[in-house]
C-alpha cells in the first residue's frame, strides 16, 4: 500500500518520522503528526519551552524535536513510544530536583515519562526547562 503524499509514516511506538531540518516548521510537522493523545502533549511541550525560554532555537534530528540556546547547544528533546512521551534533559543530572528517568549509561541525560492519565507537571516542568536552557548543552 503506497502512503499518500503528505502523510507522515510513524515508526516503532508511534513516532513520527520527520526529516531532520532546523527550526520551528519541522517541529510543528512532528507535533502534528504525533498520534492521538500525544499531539496535544506535544503542543503543550513545545508551548511550554516556547514560553520558558524566549528565543529558543527549535530542530528535528532523529525523529524528535530539539530544543536548544543559540552558542550553547540543545537541552531538552521529546519523543513518543507506544504508551508514553518522553522528556529528555540532557544535562538532567544537573537539574533540581533531578527528574527521576536515569540509567547507569544514561551518564548526565534524566528524562520524565508522560503518560496519557497522568496530569502534567508544568510547574516543574517550566522550572526544569529555565534550569536546563542555562547549562551548557549537548552539541552533537
Do not use: C
Not at 550553547?72 to 533531578?98: A, D, I, M, Q
Amino acid at each position: 500500500m503506497r502512503e499518500k503524499p503528505g502523510t507522515v509514516k510513524l515508526l516503532s511506538g508511534g513516532n513520527p518520522q520527520i526529516a531532520k531540518a532546523d527550526g520551528d516548521a519541522p517541529v510543528q510537522a512532528y507535533i502534528a503528526a504525533m498520534p492521538g493523545w500525544k499531539a496535544d502533549v506535544g503542543r503543550k511541550l513545545d508551548a511550554l519551552i516556547t514560553r520558558s525560554v524566549p528565543g529558543v532555537l527549535k530542530a528535528v534530528k532523529w525523529n524528535s524535536p530539539f530544543y536548544g540556546v543559540e552558542g550553547n547547544g540543545w537541552f531538552v528533546s521529546f519523543h513518543v513510544l507506544t504508551r508514553y512521551v518522553k522528556v529528555t534533559f540532557f544535562r538532567g543530572t544537573e537539574l533540581r530536583p533531578v527528574p527521576p528517568g536515569g540509567t547507569p549509561k544514561s551518564k548526565e541525560a534524566r528524562w520524565i515519562d508522560i503518560y496519557e492519565d497522568k496530569p502534567i507537571d508544568e510547574a516543574l516542568l517550566t522550572n526544569w526547562m529555565e534550569q536546563a536552557a542555562k547549562l551548557p548543552g549537548w552539541v552533537p
